[in-house]
DNA sequence: TCGACTGTCCGTAAGGTTAAACATAACCCG
DNA sequence: CGGGTTATGTTTAACCTTACGGACAGTCGA
């Protein structure tokens, strides 16, 4: 019911007898005006509630929003679970705190956008995981803006990628060099189907470029190369790194004949998940079975026992995308190694 | 280098030969046009790669942005490592996803923003715990935008709080129940200066409404009627609910003679990192050391052993804010309940 | 002393959209 | 048939900002 008025430049402008220019430009372009009439312009504003030029005003005139879209594979609560995503996350916004740009969460489904459309407003993004609904991304591309596409690569456009084969490989050697018995895999999304459990032969020969399959064949290799190729029905997988999941598809390896000697896990939360189905059955770890995941989260490293993974650097990989994506000129596509780390699963 | 002119729906008027406020119409509202009419403008927005109005240009002129701020007490990093924040989170961004709307993440330090300030973008705000800064919700109020307060309350504004009272109450009256020995407390932020370990007497007895207060009244008070008050010296506080800051003060707490028989902790987090030092210690928990958390996250479940702890609804908290702030006349302030969950720490 | 330069400030013209008011034709009902 | 409704479009006027080209006075170098 308070009868104040909206401020405006244009309002502040009449109240200083200045010209809305130079409004304007005491917040913009402080070198354009002396100092003192920019001081008495800013403290008239503080006074009055102006708290600086309209925003959207401002990105209609310049055509820039400041806003880069970080796009999601799935829906973003999954995402709010995933302590890997969040990490990344976390270096995404520090850097574009730095640089006074805002981060738009998107999903990576369609199903998610109605008419009112989002993927106007960035003007720059950033891909985490290629999304589920790829029918997304041919409208990203067609607006011709800066990607940055993280753990996937496009082509034609700047891709941050980790050594998924090299960290699985030194796992998975580590595993074969210690144990003797059945190695078996707990996957993640390796099937196309949801609600399929165990890959098949087929699927296995069908290409395919996700982290998790570079992590599988890097098993595989190890396996081939010590002589003890692993079997094909020794290989889970679970559709979400969830710990509902994970349980489940541990629950099912752990039960089954022969009893795996080792569990090479895809994520830091399977293997959790293996380890806590391992108590459950009495099965001593690391004596009669041995765990390693991949991620290196922080509860990998705050769980008793520790659990031995690949250590990925997600804190950097979150800040180097940001980088990447706000000055794609200066920057090439990478690959981020990564490093193995034993611990007390194995 | 594409000289793929940009479109508008000037651009998209002309070349079907209608007014632009027809292809407006055709965007947002529906019922001002004959269907056939707006399928061929929808399908030729589609085939030219045109993806809705402009949001700047529509908000300039509505006036309206479809951004509902959420300032975080802190700086954003710390809180995408607070599962109970995430979890709320989560719960908003489910709300705000189905109304269409978008979220900005706000830190809650002025620090942050520099002269080119966010705070204009915002239509409505959610205060997720009371901001450090106190001098960011002076200008936020100043705009007369709808504000729910969530952890603490706001004179004049819509608050969503938690029974934190209660829920500690029941926490510590359990624990005096089932315990004979010393009871210590592990608290989050009870001193104004950082680096402080200790409350002082002086510092106890000012008044203070936040929820770490609350449930350090709760366990005060729970202390007395079962005769047993809490001692000052007893009282230990961490800054900030991180892993690290948890491990120092429990590693102090649990060193210090006499031994507590007890730990009331503030947070699921803390809880953890007492457990873990326990266990450093070889003190056996429940058998010496009795303890009980705050919250219920996800990690409270999952640990083993399980940990003891107060359950509060943080996603449902998270739903319910969302809804208040984008309808605020059809809701008044609330106080959700907590529930103590007895585990195996207790 | 003159031209060139510098430091300040101003006027104006977009920029893409939508609410409100207006226009037109078709339709309906007694 | 006449008056009023409905369905469908159009015209116009903001919304608030900033880039750009000028304007004007004072300063500097030769």
Chains 1, 2 share one sequence.
Request: charged residues 25%.
């Amino acid at each position: 019911m308070t009868g104040t008025k909206k401020h405006t430049v244009k309002s502040i402008a009449q109240m200083l007898n200045v010209s809305t220019a130079t409004v304007s430009n005491a917040f913009n372009r402080p070198d354009q005006l002396s100092r003192e009439l920019r001081q008495r312009i800013l403290a008239e504003c503080e006074r009055l509630g102006y708290s600086g030029p309209n925003p959207a005003a401002r990105s209609l005139r310049t055509g820039a929003t400041g806003v880069v879209g970080v796009m999601l594979a799935d829906k973003l609560a999954y995402n709010f679970t995933d302590s890997c995503a969040l990490e990344f996350l976390q270096g995404v916004s520090q850097v574009l705190d730095d640089a006074q740009v805002n981060m738009l969460l998107m999903p990576g489904r369609r199903e998610f956008y109605r008419e009112k459309s989002l993927e106007a407003i960035p003007e720059r993004y950033i891909l985490y995981g290629p999304p589920r609904d790829m029918g997304i991304l041919e409208r990203i591309e067609r607006q011709r803006k800066p990607i940055v596409s993280v753990d996937f690569s496009l082509p034609n456009h700047l891709a941050l990628n980790v050594d998924n084969y090299g960290g699985a490989k030194a796992a998975a050697q580590h595993i074969f060099a210690t144990t003797d018995g059945p190695v078996y895999v707990m996957g993640l999304r390796l099937t196309k189907t949801p609600m399929m459990k165990r890959i098949d032969e087929e699927e296995l020969r069908s290409p395919d470029l996700s982290i998790s399959r570079q992590r599988l064949e890097a098993y595989l290799d190890a396996g081939r190369e010590a002589g003890r190729p692993i079997r094909t029905e020794h290989i889970w997988s679970s559709n979400e790194s969830t710990w509902y999941e994970g349980i489940q598809a541990a629950r099912e390896a752990l039960n089954s004949v022969p009893r795996p000697a080792a569990l090479l896990c895809m994520s830091d939360q399977l293997a959790l998940a293996a380890l806590s189905v391992a108590r459950e059955l009495e099965i001593d770890v690391p004596g009669q079975l041995k765990i390693v995941g991949f991620d290196d989260t922080p509860e990998a490293r705050r769980n008793h026992p520790q659990i031995s993974t690949v250590y990925q650097p997600s804190v950097e990989k979150g800040r180097l995308a940001a980088m990447m994506v706000l000055n794609p000129e200066r920057y090439e596509s990478r690959v981020l190694p990564t490093t193995l780390h034993i611990r007390e699963t194995s």
